[in-house]
């Protein structure tokens, strides 16, 4: 009997409207468009604008294109995974609030947390679903609105971050496509670089933490800058190797968006031109959870049935990992 694996069979999306450019970033803090272009290689970053609109929206749009365009009905999907650091509230979980406004009866969720790599991780956790056997069709969302964490007076972190969401659909296949293997990796001693000091219980929402502005990311940026590389780098190789994978057969790396000189540095270990990576950081910032499968989205037509693909992330924690998956249909 044919091995069950679980494979990507569609793609939604949601981006806002709202185009924040580092020209208008450039009247907050002190930088320019140069200085973000040289160092990070982003343009410009969506931000979602509307009052009382939140993650849990981006999410439900995301799933629901993503359901018309796989002629899937609602009540088909077994579970609901969602990938955030940026929840609509601490409870409930803004899976549980996805699943109602997408009208998803049938199935359970929850929230997975593993920052930028979030998505990978949730990937990989509703691949294991698939492969028992017992579950047919999982939507895995990517969603962050990191505007509701960005400290727009901090030059350091205020240029990196954008929003948005795109949900992919997993069903089971015994033709040796979809996902093959991943690797994954945490570390704790990463919980110092990159954070968020308060709203939690170790140090809850004051007077004091407000005042501090400790609800806001912080980071390390030098720090932070040397594990992606080296973490990301090696995870990516350490899978191709594994696998026999050269750069001659491998079809797409789509690395987490969150620096283009750490997509560089990555590219360059694996061994791999510019044109197999995945690229959409000029537009979009780093979305954190939704990187990874907003590039999917993005180079969707240009995918083809059994394409080698690597995915690779690193994220607070520390959090890393990658994917080797063959593409399972084509446009």
């Given at each position: 009997?044919?091995?069950?694996?679980?494979?990507?069979?569609?793609?939604?999306?949601?981006?806002?409207?709202?185009?924040?450019t580092n020209e208008e970033i450039s009247t907050m803090v002190e930088t320019s468009d140069e200085w973000i272009m040289q160092r990070i290689g982003i343009k410009e970053r969506r931000i979602l604008k509307e009052s009382g609109k939140a993650t849990s929206d981006m999410g439900t749009a995301a799933v629901l294109q993503l359901?018309?365009?796989?002629?899937?009905?609602?009540?088909?999907?077994?579970?609901?995974?969602?990938?955030?650091?940026?929840?609509?509230?601490?409870?409930?979980?803004?899976?549980?609030?996805?699943?109602?406004?997408?009208?998803?009866?049938?199935?359970?969720?929850?929230?997975?947390?593993?920052?930028?790599?979030?998505?990978?991780?949730?990937?990989?956790?509703?691949?294991?679903?698939?492969?028992?056997?017992?579950?047919?069709?999982?939507?895995?969302?990517?969603?962050?609105?990191?505007?509701?964490?960005?400290?727009?007076?901090?030059?350091?972190?205020?240029?990196?971050?954008?929003?948005?969401?795109?949900?992919?659909?997993?069903?089971?296949?015994?033709?040796?496509?979809?996902?093959?293997?991943?690797?994954?990796?945490?570390?704790?001693?990463?919980?110092?670089?990159?954070?968020?000091?308060?709203?939690?219980?170790?140090?809850?929402?004051?007077?004091?933490?407000?005042?501090?502005?400790?609800?806001?990311?912080?980071?390390?940026?030098?720090?932070?800058?040397?594990?992606?590389?080296?973490?990301?780098?090696?995870?990516?190789?350490?899978?191709?190797?594994?696998?026999?994978?050269?750069?001659?057969?491998?079809?797409?790396?789509?690395?987490?968006?969150?620096?283009?000189?750490?997509?560089?540095?990555?590219?360059?270990?694996?061994?791999?031109?510019?044109?197999?990576?995945?690229?959409?950081?000029?537009?979009?910032?780093?979305?954190?959870?939704?990187?990874?499968?907003?590039?999917?989205?993005?180079?969707?037509?240009?995918?083809?049935?059994?394409?080698?693909?690597?995915l690779a992330a690193f994220g607070a924690g520390f959090t890393w990992g990658s994917v080797y998956l063959k593409w399972a249909y084509n446009s």
């Amino acid at each position: 009997m044919a091995e069950i694996r679980a494979a990507i069979t569609g793609i939604g999306a949601f981006l806002p409207e709202y185009r924040l450019t580092n020209e208008e970033i450039s009247t907050m803090v002190e930088t320019s468009d140069e200085w973000i272009m040289q160092r990070i290689g982003i343009k410009e970053r969506r931000i979602l604008k509307e009052s009382g609109k939140a993650t849990s929206d981006m999410g439900t749009a995301a799933v629901l294109q993503l359901l018309e365009k796989t002629n899937t009905k609602p009540e088909e999907i077994d579970l609901l995974i969602c990938a955030t650091i940026t929840p609509d509230r601490p409870l409930p979980a803004t899976a549980n609030v996805i699943s109602r406004k997408a009208r998803l009866t049938h199935a359970w969720s929850f929230d997975l947390n593993a920052a930028c790599s979030g998505f990978v991780f949730a990937l990989t956790t509703a691949s294991s679903f698939i492969e028992t056997g017992k579950y047919k069709k999982i939507i895995v969302v990517g969603a962050d609105m990191m505007s509701a964490i960005t400290d727009y007076t901090d030059r350091s972190t205020c240029p990196l971050f954008g929003d948005g969401a795109a949900a992919v659909l997993l069903e089971p296949t015994s033709e040796g496509l979809g996902v093959i293997d991943h690797i994954n990796h945490t570390d704790g001693k990463g919980r110092h670089y990159l954070h968020m000091k308060a709203g939690g219980s170790k140090r809850p929402a004051s007077i004091e933490t407000i005042q501090n502005r400790e609800h806001f990311v912080h980071q390390d940026g030098q720090t932070v800058f040397k594990y992606a590389v080296s973490r990301m780098a090696d995870v990516a190789v350490e899978i191709m190797k594994k696998h026999d994978i050269t750069p001659e057969n491998l079809a797409w790396l789509v690395p987490h968006q969150a620096n283009m000189r750490i997509i560089d540095a990555v590219a360059r270990r694996m061994g791999i031109s510019p044109d197999q990576v995945m690229i959409n950081i000029e537009k979009y910032g780093n979305t954190t959870a939704a990187t990874i499968p907003l590039c999917l989205y993005d180079y969707e037509k240009q995918l083809k049935k059994g394409d080698n693909i690597i995915l690779a992330a690193f994220g607070a924690g520390f959090t890393w990992g990658s994917v080797y998956l063959k593409w399972a249909y084509n446009s």
